[in-house]
């Protein structure tokens, strides 16, 4: 009897369960993982393949490059053409200036991780400010953080993209400890994130909000939001960010994606967060 009733909750359990579940916008993918980096051994083909990984996963680049329009789709682009033609611009004037090839593109890309106001791609600087001030954030920095080794493959997989061949170092092994051994333990289990502030670095929030003191800009300032919006409002501006657009602000800019890439049990955490931000 007891087994009967215990069976019965559960399946009861399930249901509701899978019908809440698919209320929401659902969630297959997994979120941005941290990555382990055998850095002993790794070659040039792995140091290209981390670095897409780090692009599209830590790195949050495709947060902003993508065909949305923000920034450069970099991922579509012809580098080759693009990186040569900035290098040629009169208005460049960082370390690469007046060089070419596979070492000035390295320059340029690590300038633009490190200091993006040094060059602006025309018509995509911070608004009024008439493209002297870049909206990305540093990569180097919090909210991203990526470190050196990092940095280093993100720019060998666009060299790679660009045609050229890369020209970074290979990590060494004494640099294999960087890749955190514990963290990424408890990342190999691909169970949801449990902590808000995790989920809000995991999915890059904080490169556009300012949360955490990120100062980013892109997006409205949210620390506070839970004054403003309620609860629901909070849930429908992550997973259809474009049904209401904040006053000021331009649709189609906050990636659609999150409701997929998201689990429920995540979604829920982070709008309780953000909503007890008063
Ligand atoms: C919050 C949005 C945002 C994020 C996140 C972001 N970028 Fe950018 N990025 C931009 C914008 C906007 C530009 C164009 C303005 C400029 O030149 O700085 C740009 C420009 C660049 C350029 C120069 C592109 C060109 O066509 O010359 C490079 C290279 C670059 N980003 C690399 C990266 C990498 C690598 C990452 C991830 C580690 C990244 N960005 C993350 C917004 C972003
Ligand atoms: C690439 C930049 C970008 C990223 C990344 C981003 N957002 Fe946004 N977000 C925006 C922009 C731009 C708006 C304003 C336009 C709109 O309302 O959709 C916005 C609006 C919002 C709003 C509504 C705010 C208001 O005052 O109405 C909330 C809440 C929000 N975002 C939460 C998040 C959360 C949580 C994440 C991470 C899971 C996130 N955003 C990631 C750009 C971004």
């Known amino acids: 009897m007891t087994f009967l009733k215990v069976f019965a909750f559960s399946l009861l359990s399930l249901l509701v369960f899978t019908v809440f579940a698919n209320i929401l916008p659902q969630v297959q993918s997994d979120p941005p993982k941290e990555e382990t980096l055998d850095t ?14 780090l692009f599209r996963g830590k790195g949050t680049c495709t947060l902003c490059h993508n065909e949305l329009g923000r920034a450069p789709d970099m991922l579509n682009l012809d580098l080759t053409a693009d990186f040569a033609s900035r290098l040629a611009d009169p208005a460049y004037a960082g370390a690469a200036k007046g060089k070419t090839g596979a070492r000035a593109f390295e320059i340029y890309i690590r300038e633009s991780m490190q200091d993006p106001s040094i060059y602006v791609v025309p018509g995509f600087g911070k608004k009024g400010t008439n493209d002297t001030v870049s909206p990305m954030p540093r990569v180097d920095a919090p909210p991203i953080e990526l470190t050196e080794v990092e940095m280093n493959a993100v720019i060998a997989f666009l060299q790679d993209r660009a045609g050229v061949k890369p020209t970074v170092p290979l990590p060494s092994a004494e640099e294999a400890p960087a890749a955190e051994p514990a963290a990424t333990a408890q990342e190999e289990d691909t169970g949801p994130l449990t902590d808000p502030v995790e989920i809000i670095d995991s999915y890059g929030c904080a490169a556009c909000h300012d949360l955490n003191g990120s100062e980013a800009d892109l997006g409205p300032d949210l620390r506070g939001v839970g004054t403003r919006l309620s609860r629901e409002e909070i849930a429908r501006a992550i997973y259809d960010p474009d049904a209401t657009i904040a006053e000021g602000y331009e649709p189609g800019i906050m990636p659609q994606d999150f409701g997929e890439r998201m689990r429920v049990s995540e979604l829920n955490l982070l709008v309780d967060y953000l909503a007890s931000l008063k």
Do not use: K, L, P, T
Not at 41 to 53: C, K, L, P, T, Y
């Open 40 to 53: 002993g051994s790794m070659d040039m083909a792995g140091m290209i393949a981390f670095g897409e990984r």
